[in-house]
């Protein structure tokens, strides 16, 4: 079980090296009952902060 706990703007580096930025935890777990987190890409959430 993944003991991270992320807030919204939190960010980290994804596999091919970008800064990717937390959105939120989905309301439904994966099959080890993990919360299952959602991500987006930096231009994306940017371009979501100025509206």
């Avoid at 777990?29 to 509206?51: C, H, M, S, V």
């Amino acid at each position: 079980m993944n003991n991270q706990h992320w807030s919204y703007g939190d960010t980290k580096i994804d596999r091919q090296g970008r800064t990717i930025y937390f959105i939120e935890y989905a309301n439904q777990k994966d099959k080890k009952g993990n919360e299952i987190e959602l991500w987006e890409p930096e231009d994306i959430f940017l371009a979501r902060d100025t509206n």
